[in-house]
């Protein structure tokens, strides 16, 4: 079982919708969770990140963390076609901070 | 201000070459870290320099793979015999002492033909 699970879609959905990313991890020492996104070709681009559970809002994005679930999401409101990416999720736990991910969901947003 | 910068941008080589990937981080970030995406997964951890140390070499495969930060800034992976099953995106990131931002650069996109 690899310590980060994430559904790699793809997900289609029309402009204006709210999506709904998830993924769920099994290291119980992961304290940080992270969410990047990644345009074709491009290196990834941290949207952001959460310290152990909660949520987190920024402009139309929400990041949650349930680690009693050990389950993490991330919402996007109002959909518009350049959110059309790759969504990496995330974990970290220890000193170094190294980040162990998912394999990422690829998202269309269609106008 | 300038980002995570990685040259080249491509590499093809043959199977057993050798071969260098470089990364020069955001100025004045001390912690830098190495990743390898394969096509379809997520970036894999290679290793982690705090300054010029390696303080996390843990995710490099083999002993074929090997790298450098000797003055605490720009940071050279270096790739030896390399294999078919070597070909990848390899990333850079580097972060401020709060480590938890990462800023990653383009990539390299190696490709052992």
């Known amino acids: 079982q690899k310590e980060v699970e994430q559904d790699p879609g793809p997900l289609s959905v029309p402009e204006g919708a709210i999506v709904s990313l998830n993924c769920t991890y099994s290291?119980?020492?992961?304290?940080?969770f992270m969410w990047y996104r990644q345009y074709s070709r491009k290196g990834p681009e941290l949207l952001m990140y959460t310290y152990s559970s909660g949520n987190k809002e920024d402009g139309r994005f929400t990041a949650q963390v349930d680690k009693s679930s050990k389950y993490i999401s991330l919402f996007i409101r109002d959909s518009q076609p350049s959110d059309s990416a790759t969504y990496l999720c995330?974990?970290?736990?220890?000193?170094?901070?190294?980040?162990?991910f998912g394999k990422g969901t690829l998202l269309t947003v269609n106008p | 201000g300038a980002g995570v910068s990685q040259t080249p941008s491509n590499k093809v080589t043959e199977k057993g070459k050798y071969v260098e990937l470089r990364c020069d981080p955001i100025?004045?970030?001390?912690?830098l870290y190495w990743y390898r995406q394969s096509l379809g997964q997520g970036p894999e951890f290679l290793i982690y320099?705090?300054?010029?140390?390696?303080?996390?070499d843990s995710g490099l495969p083999n002993d074929r793979f090997f790298a450098v930060r000797p003055e605490g800034s720009v940071s050279t992976l270096k790739i030896q015999r390399t294999e078919r099953g070597d070909s990848a995106v390899y990333l850079c990131a580097s972060s401020s002492g709060q480590h938890l931002e990462q800023y990653f650069g383009p990539g390299t996109r190696l490709t052992v033909t």
């Open positions: 320099f705090q300054g010029t140390g390696a303080a996390d």
């Open positions: 100025s004045g970030h001390t912690a």
């Open positions: 290291n119980s020492a992961f304290q940080y």
């Open positions: 995330a974990g970290s736990g220890g000193s170094n901070y190294k980040l162990t």
